[in-house]
């Protein structure tokens, strides 16, 4: 199946040819003839498989370019997130060379210079439930024309705190609007209020491999007290160009942290505490190359798609299996290699164990020697595809 074939405008098979998308994605193929039709419709798929462009691309074809409205309403859970929707967004309207214009709306961010933004009338906006409930309240956003109302993560928007404000959201759009649900997992929670949202709800579930052949999947066994050095020590001996570090607590973050600036290594520090002026300034830096390594926690990193990220390094390791795959995933993209090293204490050992029997997947032990990484048993050091490239 191609784009061509999908029945998208000339308009938009030029801007997927200008951006090097040869061929849609298994999650594309499926989304794009369901979306574009104004079914309400959840689209489940794994990270980095396309669903941003699945719901993008067949809203773009229905789009009233000449009707300076706000048409689209995309919510996501995050600063970042909502950045990266709202990128896309933009790069394809600019590629197309169609009159659409697309709007960032984000909590912590000022809200006046949002507001002029919306004096420009954009077809396509993108923000965080909170921000966008404010300048409905305050009557500054109007949505009498939307057709279609995108809530990105549904998993978090529709079983947390977020979800009064979402609903609340919904309540003041057309009542005869499509509603599009994403994400990569599926809770009971978030399964259970899309289906009261939307009764006859087209659900769309990927068959594509999740397993990612392009990753090498290796771990190293140390003291708990050794952990953050023994990032340090991984990051140089890997060479490694742009790395995402996963750690689960706080103080761990901040510590890592600290031991890699120490050392002269360029960090981003993503983690879920920081304010969002200071995670948008470390997003910004890790992808322009500022900063070399990110450390971000699950939820702080959740629907980002960075390309060019050579090696991920869980600090602590997941206890489930797909947690696993959803991190490591972020390395090895569009046919290149990739490298996952986990840093583990011995009793941990049993969930790389776990992984290998699930996925079918090789996860080799291996120690640090004289500034290298060497397979445990072989004397060659191991120089990775991703650090020679």
Known sequence: MSFEQLGLAPALLEALEKQKFTEPTPVQVQSIPVVQVGSDTYINAETGSGKTLAYLLPLFQVLKCELRAAQVLVLAPTHELAIQIHRVACDLAQHSGLDIRSASLIGG????????????????????????????????????????????????????????????????????????????????????????????????????????????????????????????????????????????????????????????????DLHSTYDKEVRKQAMQNFRSGKATVMIASDVAARGLDIPGITHVFNLDIPSKGKDYLHRVGRTGRAGTQGVAVSVLVRPEVRLVEQFERDFGITIREVILREGEMFEVGENESLRTPSSES
Request: net charge positive; glycine share 2%.
């Open 109 to 268: 961010a000022a809200i006046d210079r949002q507001i002029e933004r919306l004096k420009k009338k954009p077809q396509i906006l993108v923000g965080t439930p909170g921000r966008i409930l404010e300048l409905l309240e305050r009557g500054k956003l109007k949505v009498s024309e939307l057709k279609t109302l995108v809530i990105e993560e549904a998993d978090r928007l529709l079983a947390d705190e977020s979800l009064e404000a979402v609903q609340k959201v919904i309540r003041a759009c057309p009542g005869r609007r499509q509603l599009v649900f994403v994400s990569a997992t599926e809770q009971p929670k978030s399964k259970e209020v899309m289906e009261q949202l939307s009764p006859n709800l087209v659900r769309l579930h990927t068959d594509e491999v999740v397993v990612n052949p392009n990753i090498d999947h290796f771990y190293v066994v140390v003291d708990q007290r050794d952990k953050a050095d023994t990032i340090r020590k991984l990051v140089h001996a890997t060479k490694t160009k742009k790395a995402i570090v996963f750690t689960h607590r706080n103080e761990t973050a901040e510590h890592l942290a600290a031991r890699l600036e120490h050392h002269k290594v360029a960090v981003a």
